[in-house]
């Protein structure tokens, strides 16, 4: 029964993801060594492109990288 729970769990949270497309960002590897990463998911109606894009480099990241759909 508990492992039935402990699959039911990892399922609802789409567990484990072995792939996902923001991993072939450039950079991506160094993520989670000296750096982090800010992701915008530009599905929405209201994503306004160039906004997001100046309100990111006010801030001097080091890299905007936009990855295909």
């Known amino acids: 029964m508990v492992l039935a ?10 567990l484990p993801r072995l792939y996902d497309r923001i991993f072939d960002a450039p950079g991506m590897e160094r993520a989670s060594q000296d750096r982090f990463l800010i992701i915008v998911d530009g599905g929405d109606a209201g994503f ?4 997001v894009h ?8 080091v890299r905007i990288a936009e990855v295909p759909p």
Not at 48 to 51: F, K, M
Not at 54 to 61: A, D, F, K, Y
Request: proline share 5%; hydrophobic share 35%.
């Open 5 to 14: 729970g402990i699959v039911a769990l990892f399922r609802a949270c789409r």
């Open 48 to 51: 306004d492109r160039e906004h």
């Open 54 to 61: 100046e309100l990111l480099e006010r801030h001097g990241p």
